[in-house]
């Protein structure tokens, strides 16, 4: 029963939260967001004056409701209002390599007619009823010139291209993007062909027939993240930047102004403007903070009137998420922490375990008020403190230096800070200073060991996912004779560490592997990094000749992937080492003998 409950808990967790995309109709009557359970992705449609029934459109209705859990999740890369009663919206696009083709010498090379590329762009009323696809990347297949050689080659369509594909005649197929409507004749979408023979071309696509012409004018590209640009009047008005919560710098006057009167509504709450209307007569925001996974309103200014329209999660009950709160303090060399404290409603035990999550990204984003992990840790019992970089705004010149000569040392000293601080600010929920573990992944992983390493005192065990034990074939990994340079992602901009001065010895959890006296727990998900693997591989046999062998965990690709029974059995395992590690980590047991 337990497991089950264990199971339930987790799924309920990681269930992926309503309105990741979410759009507002250009009269502001209308929204619609979107919803994924088992696979499957829908959009939501529904009235704000009149709300009756809601409308409920999927986004792939051909998919197979047997095989949506095992299948990737789909994302839209788009979703708005085209005119008040009609919606436009693209799943992420899909590039699929066709077979290789064999050369004369007997060597396997690219198709040269592929990849292909799917790449719909749908239409549906306001009513859920009509529903189509305006046009996909087949409806721009095209030639090379050179292959263009007879009046019958040219006049083929696409249908007859696609059965001949390999006849001298090849096609390709360009990519999509989305660039906007057509002031005052919104009916009229602007989109871009790219990437295939020919050069780039824009055509306008009436919403109404799907009729596709070439659009006569040099129509600008919506910059994406982390501009925020206003659709209807076609420039960018903001930007997000990193800080220890949401920030926009607003170049809007007005929209600066709705931003300041809803954090004075919603005051010790990060405020985010989502849409608006036409006339931002009416506002979408979303509001987050503690242990709300967060809600969606609607501001209707004139009236000055805010309307509730969903609640993000709303399985999760505020009587069963754990207590968090944000936190912010100066270091001692006046540089800015921050971070969310998240407190077990049961603890196991008085005073509860602290675990300090450190961040992945460097400087990276700073840390969500809301997340699923801490609050599994905290019904395991633990007191979770998920800490931001010092230079989650940006780097600062006068850290630029010590960062540069021992970024892992000032992570674990700033981690020494907060808990400091922490313990400090409330005497009255202690936590057990002699029972801390660590936890991070990819940098934050190498983070969580190399605290270890250098404050063994300090913490006692500690958890690394997906984590370089060596940062200098992770951050420059080699390249094979003859190959494309590989697209690396890295949680650390490598020219920060990688310089003439670099002591990589210092740096390397491998080469310092003696000073690892402290249970380590390596989860790994094989063949993801080439560098990871083999460093963590060889940090194992180096730990078990030295006597002390770390567990090890190979991971499923389930886990990567949020889905529900993977991160349960991880956590099972996660909670198994910390009984055996964090509590008791000095009983030592020996060999066993069988007794007969």
Known sequence: MRAASFDHRVAALFRPPLAENIALSPDGERVAYTTQAGGNLKIVIMNLGNPGPKRTVSVHPDRDPALAPDLPPTALRFLRWATADRLVFAPAERVVPLPPVVAENGRSLPNPDGPTIVSPILVVDADGKQRGTLVDARDFQETPPEARRTLADLLRTTKELVVTRNDPVRWRMPHLAILGFVPRRREQLVIETRGAYDAPAQHSIDIRTGHITVFDGNWPSPPGEPQVFDWFRLKVVGEHQDAAGPTTVWRDEEMGRVQRELELKFPRRAVELLDWSETRARVLFRVTGGSDPGRVFVWQRPENLVQEILRCAPWLTAARLN??????????????????????????????????????????????????????????????????HRSVAGVRAEHFAALRGAVDRVAVDDALAAIAWIAAQHPNRPFDRKHIATLGR???????????????????????????????????????????????????????????????????????????????????????????????????????????????????????????????????????????????????????????
């Open 323 to 388: 207590d968090t709160r944000f936190f912010e303090f100066a270091a001692p060399d006046g540089a800015r922490l921050s971070g969310h404290l998240t407190w077990p409603k049961k603890p196991r035990l008085q005073p509860p375990p602290l675990l300090v999550v450190f961040p992945s990204g460097f400087p990276g984003r700073a840390q969500p008020a809301f997340d699923p992990e801490a609050q599994i840790f905290a019904d395991l019992g633990f007191v979770v403190a998920r800490l931001n």
């Open 442 to 596: 990819g940098f934050g992983g190498y983070l969580a060991v190399r605290a270890l390493q250098i404050q063994p005192t300090e913490f006692r065990c500690g958890i690394a996912i997906d984590a370089p034990m060596e940062l200098r074939p992770w951050l420059r990994p080699p390249e094979a004779a003859g190959a494309a340079p590989a697209t690396v992602r890295r949680d650390i901009p490598a020219a920060l560490i990688d310089h003439a001065d670099t002591d990589w010895s210092k740096l390397s959890v491998l080469d310092q592997a003696e000073t690892l006296t402290q249970p380590v727990f390596l989860l790994v998900e094989p063949a993801r990094s080439p560098a990871i693997d083999v460093a963590t591989a060889e940090l194992c046999a180096r730990l078990k000749g030295l006597g002390r062998p770390p567990d090890h965990l190979a991971l499923e690709a389930g886990f990567a992937a949020a889905r529900p029974a993977a991160r349960a059995a991880v956590y099972r395992k996660i909670e198994e080492f910390f009984n055996l590690h964090l509590h008791d980590y000095a009983v030592k047991i020996g060999p066993t003998t069988e007794v007969k």
